[in-house]
């Protein structure tokens, strides 16, 4: 927080900030150390997945309304959920959380957020939320990214049982008039897309599409603002995107379909950092994870994945060995298309780029 002293009157302001561009990131490549599943299991799209304290992995298949339980060795612990609307049943499930101070399990499907005990025992479904675009559990309150039409509400900040305690952050103000052929609801999907990630103080927005970074207080003040910059192309991308839906308005392609423009694919945090998986085209080159500062929201370091895959989500793996970077990675293999859950581990440094 940046505090302001004028005869001897204090004014509190969000601090706004931009990176050095011409500061040089220190960059490392990760190898891969384990995939899975490797023997019955197939998973028929790719996973969301989630790592509890221990480095337990939990995966969801949305065709195959299970999670399924594994160590870091790929071997299968556990598996709950069917298709259904019963209790711990599960319909088209599309994203998933774990509070790694509980345990507790949230699996997001067709009808709201359902929880599970560690052991994967069904506790309760809330059917409160709608529209969801991402959601993070944790410490007890789950922070649902859930852009609604006709409000600026951008976070909802619930409790377990689903009761609404805040709202966090806006909307990007968009002018709907200058995209016509989109209705309201989907373009502000398209415009918010993001993280939304709480560690127990602060809530912290992640913009997939212009690749900026919010931080609020739990009484919804801005606290930090960041547009991140430096690795690749990822200014250019930002510009050219505001540009699409600030000045010249988004449109439908020729078959009719709307593209879905980001910078990042997927965002999580953990212990001191924010981890943001940029895309490959960003780069010019293969998907890389920057390693955010998220008190400071520098970047401290690129961290290159292999050129073989396309990743989906990435999930830091908990290590007690300083500088000790791993991650659980959702992929497609680019050799056999397959759809994986892999161990990467940051390896070699490359230098400052």
């Known amino acids: ?14 601090l706004f900030l931009w990176s050095n561009e011409s500061k040089k990131i220190e960059v490392a490549t990760a190898k891969l150390t384990a995939h899975f599943p490797q023997q019955s299991i197939y998973f028929k799209t790719l996973p969301k997945i989630a790592v509890d304290k221990e480095g337990l992995i939990y995966a969801v298949d949305n ?8 160590n870091r060795d790929g071997e299968l612990l556990a598996n709950f959920g069917r298709w259904g609307q019963g209790p711990g049943e599960l319909q088209w499930p599309a994203n998933i959380s774990v509070d790694k101070s509980t345990g507790l399990i949230f699996v997001k499907d067709n009808s709201g957020i ?20 991402n959601f993070d559990a944790a410490h007890g309150r789950i922070a649902v990214l859930e852009p609604i039409p006709g409000k600026q509400d951008l976070i909802g900040l619930y409790d377990y049982q689903g009761q609404r305690i805040n709202s966090i952050g806006q909307k990007y103000d968009l002018d709907y008039s200058l995209s016509k052929e989109i209705a309201p609801g989907l373009l502000d999907r398209i415009a918010n897309d993001g993280a939304a990630l709480f560690d127990g103080n ?7 599409l212009f690749g900026e970074i919010r931080v609020y207080d739990l009484s919804g003040l801005l606290i930090l603002e960041k547009k991140l910059s430096g690795p690749g192309n990822l200014e250019k991308y930002r510009e050219q995107y505001r540009k699409i839906f600030f000045e010249k308005g988004v449109k439908k392609n020729s078959d009719g379909t709307v593209t879905n423009w980001r910078i990042f694919g997927d965002a999580c945090l953990d212990r001191g950092y924010l981890y943001l998986l940029m895309l490959g085209y960003v780069t010019g080159d293969v998907y890389e994870v920057l390693v955010v500062d998220k008190k400071s929201l520098e970047i401290r370091e690129r961290i290159i994945l292999p050129d073989s895959i396309y990743p989906e989500m990435v999930r830091a793996m908990p290590s007690n060995e300083k500088n000790s970077i791993s991650f659980a990675v959702s992929f497609q293999s680019k050799t056999n298309g397959a759809f994986m859950v892999g161990i990467f581990q940051k390896y070699k440094k490359e230098g400052l780029r």
């Open 202 to 208: 602060y809530v912290y927005y992640v913009s997939y």
């Open 114 to 133: 359902v929880m599970y005990d560690p052991q994967g025992s069904f506790i309760r479904r809330v059917r409160t939320f709608t529209g969801i675009l």
């Open 63 to 70: 065709r195959e309304h299970t999670v399924f339980k594994f």
């Open 1 to 14: 927080m940046k505090k302001l002293s004028v005869i001897g009157i204090c004014i509190l302001t969000p």
